[in-house]
């Protein structure tokens, strides 16, 4: 099984000496231009290999190749068909709006079969993002240039560590100063200069790098004949030293980071549960068919990205409406076609309500197909916020954080400030003497069952940018969104949101221990166990309206 | 307008054989020879599994237009078994009595095929399976025609070894049979090439996971170290869909920690956000992207059949074309498709596979396949970046795993054995 990468490293070699040699002896202009000519044209039908030594000449051309690069890296680079041209497309949706590659200039649009694109390998796309870095050192973002110092700071290169040392002289911002010194600080731990080393180990405790922490792990390793790694035993205690101060601070970020993942796990159960907390707490009503509205409002978000294909970010938010919309008028129509003649037969409801999601599931099926639809994720909802390298906080699970705690806090004041949140709490505590006080108490039903159905839509809006959107969406919350309710203490909002950060919180932290599979077991026995001590939860509700 | 056409040929199908099945009622039974396609068309395998079906109703059709097989027309008989597995032997011993079909193709999930079996041995009938599995498994009646381990797995971990140098190892699976296994082989495998224990992290999820943010975390760690780490990924269905996604918001690159998968193909890539995933791997034995002018005919033919330009083809596929012309050709040999004469017709019978080489089927039952490994591109493709010099023959029982290493199967004389241990010289009959 010989693999067929060998020649492409190879051939990787002998062009890099070309490249090289052309560099030191003269006639650049002419050979530039025509080495630039090759680059494109290898790019365009050369092999992966040819593609590699392309985008090295490319490099070579300096910064005005950048945008060629970049978009090549981003899977943007196309080859026009019918004029065999190199084109930079944005996709608009129904094909690409192009322009020249190398001019610049505007073509216009073209569907999607008219260009080919030029296909990357994990190979090419590592050596283009290290030459792009190299390139933006000098860029005016400081993020950008931090990147940069970052995907160069690997390399063993001298070459790369001149262009660096060279940048450390210039360089304004802090952050991307430091980055550099960390760079030359961890060369300097492998010198041979025993002062030198101690000096760099002691500098280097004070950062939250992981390099450092690898590096100072292995200085203090033993091999496998038992012996120290690093012979010198001074720059083995100051090694040793160093890593228990950079360790403490790792333990606080872990302990940070896990709590992170609890709250962000906690904050869509509480998403998923508190819809529930009103029609099964406030109301009383066993929906089996809560977590197909959740669907709903995922299938909303899906069909709002494929009518405006081109603002996803605002598609999304304004997915949260209409998902509302969508899912409380579904709900009413449960309640006043359904629901409303089964009151006070919980176990009739019960069937029913499961009859309803097989129905939703299905017609979901039948008008999507029962293939997964993909939900595009909005640029600022990717990718994470780095605090250091010890913490990193993904996008996505904090704005789902913030935005379960609006709607907990929305609904919140919705109950305690409206009239309908009056009605609603009144009729939950008293039918008959709401009803004597000249509430609507039917009206008020639907209304009550058409919030919490609006709200479960709104959660599967979120839902939508963390998981599969499919007809199966919602039975992999139901249970769940029970378990929270009922371990909060039925009909008790505050109830909801504290049980269900509990519940996210206890499982990641069980999760390193015991593994996915026997932290949810083992949640579930605790709350198994919690049920037969208080059965109304963490937060009973007191007084008469309890025992009604 | 795609979706209505997409009605119409679904309609057509069930038209299709709706008249089958009356047809089926007025023609006597020796004027057509019967194949049993046993796919799940409904439940949650349907994903999954329709497409088989459909590939075996072209590909019977296709038979029939080359004038059938022995002066007969051949007769596709469709069963619904419902992802249910008990369903499957119930429906697979409807299809060898009540039908009377002369070879069933048919399963996905190896707890369907574990079902099937007893029943397929028991009535003397033939199945062809046509999915990557576990291995450990050689039945008289059974052909596999998908990868065992050695053809993915195995070659799969060699090429990050080998190539991207990888020195660390997640093993990320859903927890059932076929990751389990999997994992086990590919953790000897893996100690026995030199790699330390703690330089392995295996992990198992349930079916449907969807909360990654610690094991991705856990995998950063574990491959933060310096040494080159890289995913070994069994996870199945639509968990994989929030774990690539976690993986690219937590910063995770395919250059940094490859993830390499064996059950993400160009059909679960199509209803999939792909940017997550470009650059990660996939090794299978079919891509839909290979050079070969087989595989264009195939899937020009397939779009047409289906009459939708934008249908994928897939590695199981690929495995039923196979294997049913195979069979047919064995038939031909035969001059029956008397099932004991078919079993022993096919071994050695080779086909043109789609890739450019020539399958055999071996006297294990298995079949010789290249192994392919692809990179995931943005619009769902698989690009090829590694390939087996040679066809690889499938092997039924593990080399890397103690208790089965001196097992063998060969179903020709003089052992004629599934489960034949070489160093008691001594036939262990089946093991279910």
């Known amino acids: 099984m010989k693999a067929k990468s060998i020649k492409g490293y190879c051939r990787l070699a002998a062009c890099l000496m070309l490249v090289f040699s052309l560099a030191i002896h003269g006639d650049q202009d002419v050979s530039k231009q025509q080495l630039l000519l090759n680059a494109l044209t290898n790019l365009k039908q050369g ?9 090295i000449q490319l490099a070579d051309n300096g910064s005005s190749s950048l945008t060629i690069l970049q978009a090549l890296l981003d899977g943007q680079l196309f080859i026009l068909k019918s004029d065999d041209s190199l084109v930079i497309g944005a996709d608009n949706n129904q094909g690409y709006d192009i322009r020249d590659a190398i001019t610049g200039t505007a073509k216009g649009a073209v569907e999607r079969t008219d260009v080919g694109k030029i296909n990357l390998t994990n190979k090419l796309r590592a050596s283009l993002r290290k030459i792009i870095g190299q390139l933006q050192l000098s860029s005016d973002d400081p993020a950008i240039r931090l990147a940069a110092v970052k995907a160069m700071g690997n390399e063993e290169d001298e070459s790369a560590l001149a262009i660096l040392k ?16 960390v760079v030359f600080l961890l ?7 025993k002062a030198l080393r101690i000096n760099a180990i002691d500098a280097l405790k004070e950062v939250n790098s992981l390099d450092v922490v690898n590096r100072l792990n292995a200085m203090v390793e033993k091999d496998e004949a038992g012996n120290f790694v690093e012979s010198d035993i001074d720059i083995r205690n100051t090694a040793k030293a160093a890593l228990i101060n950079i360790n403490t601070r790792l333990q606080l970020y872990s302990s940070i980071e896990t709590v992170f993942f609890g709250l962000s796990l906690g904050a869509v159960l509480v998403l998923a549960a508190i819809g529930l907390a009103i029609t099964f707490g406030v109301m009383g009503v066993i929906n089996m068919a809560h977590g197909e509205l959740m669907m709903l409002g995922a299938y909303t978000t899906y069909v709002m990205q494929q009518l405006m294909p081109n603002n996803l970010a605002f598609s999304v938010l304004l997915s949260i409406p209409a998902a509302f919309v969508i899912s409380a008028l579904v709900g009413i129509a449960i309640e006043r076609g359904i629901i409303r003649f089964l009151y006070g037969r919980p176990l ?34 990717s990718g994470s916020w780095q605090v250091n390298d010890f913490l990193s906080l993904t996008w996505n699970r904090f704005y789902i954080l913030v935005f379960c705690l609006i ?57 939508s940018q963390i998981t599969n959107v499919g007809p199966n969406l919602g039975q992999a919350y139901i249970v769940d969104s029970f378990m929270v309710v009922v371990f909060g203490g039925v009909g008790n909002l505050w109830g909801t949101l504290v049980a269900g950060f509990v519940l996210g919180i206890a499982n990641k932290f069980l999760e390193p221990f015991a593994g996915a599979v026997l932290a949810k077991i083992l949640v579930l026995i605790f709350i198994i166990l919690f049920i037969q001590k208080r059965p109304r939860g963490l937060f009973p509700q007191k007084g008469r309206a309890a025992d009604s | 307008m795609n979706r209505i056409s997409e009605k119409l040929r679904k309609l057509s199908i069930v038209g299709a054989m709706a008249l089958l099945t009356v047809a089926s009622g007025t023609v006597r039974a020796e004027d057509t020879i019967k194949v049993g396609v046993l796919h799940s068309l409904s439940g949650t395998m349907a994903i999954s599994e329709t497409t088989l079906k459909d590939t075996m109703l072209m590909l019977i059709d296709e038979q029939n237009k080359k004038g059938g097989l022995l002066g007969k027309k051949l007769e ?24 009377k079909v002369a070879a069933i193709f048919g399963c996905w999930t190896s707890v369907s095929r574990k079902s099937v079996l007893p029943v397929i041995e028991e009535l003397n009938g033939l199945l062809f399976y046509p999915v990557q599995y576990e291995g450990e498994e050689s039945s008289k009646n059974v052909f596999y025609t998908g990868a065992a381990p050695n053809q993915q797995a195995i070659p799969a971990v060699d090429y990050l070894m080998n190539d991207l140098k990888v020195k660390r190892w997640v093993l990320a699976g859903t927890d059932y049979v076929y990751p389990r296994t999997t994992n086990k082989i590919l953790e000897a495998y893996l100690k026995s090439k030199g790699v330390a224990k703690k330089d392995i992290l295996i992990n198992y999820t349930p079916f449907g996971h969807s909360d990654w943010q610690s094991i991705v975390a856990d995998i950063k760690k574990f491959g933060s170290t310096g040494k080159k780490t890289a995913v070994v990924s069994t996870i199945n269905g639509d968990a994989n869909i929030p774990f690539y996604k976690e993986l690219g918001n937590q910063g995770i690159s395919a250059e940094k920690i490859p993830v390499i998968a064996f059950s993400v193909g160009e059909e679960e890539l199509s209803g999939m956000d792909t940017k997550p995933l470009v650059g990660h791997l996939a090794a299978w034995n079919y891509f839909m992207s290979v050079d070969s002018t087989k595989n264009a005919a195939f899937i020009e033919k397939w779009h047409e059949y289906t009459k939708n330009p934008k ?26 498709t008397d099932p004991t004469a078919v079993q022993k017709a096919i071994i050695g019978v080779e086909y043109p596979n789609l890739t450019g080489g020539t399958s055999k089927m071996l006297p294990n039952h298995h079949i010789s396949k290249p192994v392919l490994i692809g990179e995931i591109q943005d619009d769902g493709q698989l690009l090829t970046v590694w390939q087996t010099n040679t066809l690889v023959d499938g092997d039924a029982w593990s080399d890397f795993l103690p208790e089965s290493k001196p097992i063998i199967a060969d179903w020709t004389a003089p052992i004629n054995c599934g489960n034949y241990n070489t160093k008691t010289k001594k036939c262990s009959g089946q093991n279910f």
Do not use: C
Request: proline share 3%; net charge neutral; no cysteine.
């Open chain 1, 348 to 381: 009739e409801t019960l069937l029913a309500t499961f009859g309803v999601s097989l129905i939703l599931q299905q017609s979901v099926r039948s008008i999507f197909s029962p293939l997964n639809r993909s939900v595009a994720t909005p640029e600022w909802m």
């Open chain 1, 166 to 181: 060279a940048r450390e002289g210039v360089e304004k911002d802090e952050t991307v100063k430091q980055a550099i010194k």
């Open chain 1, 407 to 463: 709607v907990f806090v929305l609904l919140l004041q919705i109950l305690k400030r409206t009239s309908l949140g009056l009605e609603v709490r009144a009729v939950a505590q008293n039918r008959n003497m709401a009803k004597a006080m000249g509430i609507p108490t039917s009206r008020v039903d639907a209304m009550t069952f058409g919030l919490g159905s609006g709200i479960a839509g709104v959660a599967g809006v979120a839902l």
């Open chain 2, 311 to 336: 249908r994928v083809t897939n590695d199981p596929m690929e495995a039923h074309y196979i294997g049913f012309n195979m069979w047919v050709k064995a038939v031909e040999k035969a001059g029956t």
């Open chain 2, 76 to 99: 596709a008989v469709v069963v619904d078994p419902a992802s249910n597995w008990p369903l499957f032997a119930e429906k697979a011993r409807e299809l060898l009595t009540k039908d």
């Open chain 1, 47 to 55: 092999s992966m290999a040819e593609r590699e030594q392309a985008i």
């Open chain 1, 187 to 193: 060369k300097d731990m492998n010198s041979g200069d």
